[in-house]
């Protein structure tokens, strides 16, 4: 992963970006750059780590984004919110409406108001352009540099002294943490946005206290988020004095317990799929065992127990944590769906197929709904329902690599070499593998089978892959 992720930084800095524009000193960054950047950049995530994207992380993620951006008015550009699978207590505003969650850092979070308090601080920074004026008040004298900059601030870790010391080398000034101008701005936004949602500003505040908490246990080693976000005291005393103008008193209870059913759902969904789950499955035991846990904690316990039981193989055991689950929240429809995938990971494919069809007929938008239900149709040998449903995903999730693996099974099983090509290029594309993505675009291309709007297709993705590589 690290050579890999070493090989994408070189790509990123020197294959990406064009060296043959002249670029005065005194480089302003446009809109149209940011968006040139922020496209360039998000590649080179997919390449390094691994994004989850399913639709049931991913919608859930996008809809918290769509509610702030809501009551935040005109933006300069289209959002989009990712999950990275990494425990780095990390989350990074990228070029032209980029934001990404660390693993690390959603692990930290207890409330949907603490991550909606980041993701509107994020969206903050974004909104006030704040990256392009860290740039412009840098010596960067090109995209290059900038490139190196950033891939430091979005990849953090181990990696980023070296990625430091190598743009230090070429005489770059690497200063893109906010500063506490910006800190206050994008806190100052978020603080009005959740207001203006009728959600609790004290999320800010437990938010910052576990940030200080990181800082002080991390000292000699802060995590990224703190290198660019820095001195969460000083924010938090902040966001303090906005509560004491307000005369907000303490966070009440009122929205405590099954309003945050979805937000937990979420984060241990993440949390069991992670490589390491060790530390996971301690804290669920953890909860389960304290006598003080409340028992809304135990049941959601229960359910990260669940999902860890289901990735480990023994579906057996994690179907009958969940149905307790289902008997404690009889009432949450995406437990049906949770239901339906357990139920086709035990070969038990007309009940998956009869309580996956149950969840979209009380949320037809369902987007894992429908992408599970296709799955189980495929292996029910029932094709042609099963491309019609996959195809919908595709339709409103163009970006989701899977569905495009799984269309191009059903192609070649039809012995269309060149659609199935067509997919595992979209496939690989999305994934961040950009030369294999590349060849089979290229496959595609000779198959005279190709139809002119799949050809048409074909020659489009395969300019975007040019154009990444300018």
């Known amino acids: 992963?690290?050579?890999?992720?070493?090989?994408?930084?070189?790509?990123?800095?020197?294959?990406?970006?064009?060296?043959?524009?002249?670029?005065?000193?005194a480089w302003s960054f446009s809109i149209g750059e940011e968006r040139e950047v922020g496209e360039k950049l998000l590649y080179s995530v997919r390449s390094a780590f691994t994004i989850k994207d399913d639709p049931d992380i991913r919608q859930y993620l996008q809809d918290l984004g769509r509610s702030v951006l809501e009551v935040a008015g005109i933006q300069y550009f289209d959002y989009h919110f990712f999950v990275i699978d990494d425990k780095e207590f990390n989350a990074f505003a990228a070029p032209s409406g980029l934001i990404f969650f660390h693993a690390g850092l959603i692990a930290a979070m207890q409330s949907e108001d603490e991550l909606v308090s980041v993701l509107a601080h994020e969206i903050g920074h974004i909104s006030k352009r704040h990256l392009a004026d860290r740039v412009e008040k840098g010596t960067y004298t090109g995209i290059a540099s900038l490139g190196l900059a950033l891939a430091a601030v979005a990849f953090g870790g181990s990696?980023?002294?070296?990625?430091?010391?190598?743009?230090?080398?070429?005489?770059?000034?690497?200063?893109?943490?906010?500063?506490?101008?910006?800190e206050e701005e994008a806190d100052l936004l978020a603080y009005g946005w959740m207001k203006s949602l009728g959600r609790d500003p004290h999320g800010q505040v437990s938010m910052l206290e576990s940030m200080r908490?990181?800082?002080r246990y991390r000292s000699e080693k802060p995590p990224q988020y703190l290198l660019t976000h820095p001195d969460p005291d000083a924010r938090l005393n902040y966001i303090q004095s906005l509560l004491d103008l307000d005369k907000v008193g303490e966070p009440g209870s009122s929205k405590e317990g099954r309003e945050d059913f979805a937000f937990f759902r979420w984060k241990y969904r993440i949390l069991a799929d992670l490589r390491e789950t060790e530390q996971f499955k301690g804290s669920l035991a953890a909860i389960l065992s304290?006598?003080?846990?409340t028992p809304f904690a135990r049941t959601m316990a229960t359910y990260g127990m669940s999902q860890l039981a289901r990735n480990e193989g023994d579906h057996t055991r994690g179907m009958e944590l969940l149905e307790k689950v289902i008997k404690d929240f009889p009432e949450k429809r995406q437990l049906l769906v949770d239901k339906g995938?357990?139920?086709?990971?035990m070969n038990r494919m007309a009940e998956a197929e009869a309580t996956l069809r149950e969840a979209l007929r009380q949320d037809g938008g369902d987007l894992y709904a429908t992408f599970s239900l296709a799955r189980v149709l495929q292996r029910l040998g029932r094709a042609a329902e099963a491309e019609r449903y996959f195809t919908s995903v595709a339709a409103q999730y163009p970006e989701y690599a899977q569905v495009y693996f799984e269309l191009g099974h059903l192609a070649a099983a039809r012995q269309q070499a060149g659609l199935a090509s067509l997919c595992l290029a979209k496939y690989d594309l999305y994934s961040g593998k950009m030369?294999?993505?590349?060849q089979n675009l290229r496959l595609a291309l000779r198959d005279k089978g190709l139809s002119d709007k799949e050809r048409e297709e074909t020659r489009a993705l395969l300019k975007k892959i040019e154009q990444l590589r300018k």
């Open 159 to 182: 990696t980023a002294p070296v990625l430091l010391t190598g743009a230090l080398a070429t005489g770059q000034s690497l200063n893109l943490h906010f500063s506490r101008q910006n």
């Open 290 to 293: 304290d006598s003080r846990s």
């Open 213 to 215: 908490r990181v800082s």
């Open 1 to 25: 992963m690290r050579s890999l992720f070493l090989k994408t930084v070189v790509w990123l800095v020197v294959a990406l970006f064009s060296p043959c524009a002249t670029i005065p000193p």
């Open 435 to 438: 030369k294999q993505a590349e």
């Open 341 to 345: 995938v357990m139920l086709a990971a």
